[in-house]
């Protein structure tokens, strides 16, 4: 049943020919308030903070203007946009010129702008920068604590809502690219008030548990309000004391928050994520095969080649008469004993013949040598070998040793010779 309307005389514009109590429909009362609204406000100069910013593919761009008690929704039109070199960013205090505008198929009013100037930071981003320095200085973010991803994970924690659209891309690329890597989910709201403290019994959750290799805590894109449950200090806190490495994946490409710091990794969006994480197995699983291939073709023509090589040697003269090849050894071995032994029997000669001639002289030079000539010798009683007549008298008892034999003489005359004998020359 169609709702009707009433259109009250006290709400009638200036200039209206409508009777009280007239009915209209949606869309002519639409159609009034946007004729109030734009005829009556002209154009504005309203400052607030930036949230949402999202340029379109038409080259429109949306986001919305807030403060602490209310949000109004804008827009910057193509022809306006191409005009302004920088747009602000979320959290930023902006000063925005424009018109308010009726979007009449959804019945919502908007600022249409057309320039903007710079107020200084919002309240969310000066909460933000401030929470970002205090945690920088305690160190949360340096690199040196980071840990390093495994590159074979078993099992990946995700730390999200169990609605999200962002959880499906993820189960979605993991199935695709890893089904053999389990997931387990611990579920939390990831927006709200109550969301920081989700976020971080979750992952305190899963870091008691002990089983995941790998934790994501993750959400899709949004304003920064939306995204704030990750630029606060209670999630910073339970990231940074988790041993489990923790990637954060957070909204979109552009979008940073604190838990981006913290985390030891970083994924622009929640299927990069999902793709860093998850080893690509079709593909490891292909270049595992061409390398067997690769592998296989090498040995076989490794093989091949040894073949070859093994059926050369074969028919080599040392396979086929291997003897052969110890007779040039044989003959050589052979000339060295022939010249050994006759180097021994000349040396063995020689050294005969030298003692033979010692022999010969010691012959020559023994007393025994000169008894066997005729020759004897003459001592005293006491021993002592006689050379001179002159020592001895008649009466003394001698004994002479000839060769074969010994006498016992006595001394019957003694003549001394005047000087000794010399030998003749013969």
């Known amino acids: 049943m169609r709702r009707r309307l009433a259109y009250s005389e006290a709400a009638t514009p200036e200039g209206d020919d409508s009777k009280a109590g007239a009915t209209l429909s949606v869309s002519e009362l639409t159609r009034r308030i946007k004729n ?8 504005l100069s309203v400052v607030g ?5 999202k340029a379109s593919p038409s080259g429109h761009v949306y ?3 807030k403060d602490r008690e209310a949000l109004i929704d804008a827009v910057v039109w193509r022809s306006a946009a191409q005009r302004i070199k920088t747009f602000p960013r979320d959290g930023e205090k902006v000063t925005v010129r424009g018109k308010l505008a009726v979007y009449e198929p959804r019945g919502r009013y908007q600022l249409i702008v ?3 100037e710079t107020a200084g930071k919002g309240d969310l981003w000066q909460m933000f920068e401030a929470l970002k320095e205090k945690l920088a200085s305690e160190g949360l973010f340096d690199p040196a604590r980071k840990k390093p991803l495994p590159a074979n994970p078993a099992v ?3 730390v999200t809502s169990p609605g999200a659209a962002a959880l499906r891309d993820i189960l979605k690329i993991v199935r695709r690219r890893s089904p053999g890597l389990k997931t387990v989910i611990a579920p939390c709201r990831v927006q709200g008030q109550e969301a920081a403290e989700e976020v971080a019994r979750a992952i305190n959750s899963l870091e008691r548990w002990g089983g995941a290799d790998i934790i994501l805590v993750s959400r899709g894109g949004g304003s920064m ?5 990750f630029n606060t200090e209670t999630v910073a806190r339970a990231i940074a004391a988790a041993v489990t490495p923790v990637v954060s994946a957070v909204g979109h490409q552009t979008d940073f928050t604190i838990a981006d710091f913290v985390a030891d990794v970083r994924a622009a969006t929640p299927s990069e994520a999902a793709e860093m994480i998850a080893p690509d197995q079709e ?10 291939t690769s592998l296989r073709r090498a040995l076989t023509g490794l093989l091949r080649e040894k073949r070859l090589e093994l059926a050369g040697l074969t028919q080599a003269a040392v396979f086929r008469k291997p003897l052969e090849m110890f007779m040039p050894h044989w003959q050589r071995l052979d000339d060295v004993f022939s010249r050994y032994a006759e180097n021994s029997r000349r040396r063995l000669e020689g050294a005969s013949n030298r003692l033979e001639l010692a022999r010969l002289r010691l012959q020559g030079l023994s007393p025994y040598g000169v008894l066997s000539r005729g020759y004897a010798v ?13 020592k001895l008298k008649a009466g003394d008892q001698l004994k002479v040793v000839l060769y074969q034999g010994r006498l016992g003489v006595e001394v019957k005359k003694v003549e001394p010779s005047p000087a000794p004998l010399k030998p003749t020359k013969s």
């Open 225 to 229: 309000e939306d995204l704030w449950t």
């Open 114 to 116: 057309t320039s903007f």
């Open 63 to 65: 986001f919305s203007l």
């Open 378 to 390: 003459v001592t005293d009683p006491a021993g002592h070998s006689l050379t001179e007549a002159g």
């Open 156 to 158: 990946l924690g995700i």
């Open 49 to 53: 903070e930036i949230s949402g910013l």
């Open 283 to 292: 593909g490891m699983l292909l270049v595992l095969a061409r390398g067997v």
């Open 36 to 43: 109030l609204l734009e005829t009556s406000l002209g154009t």
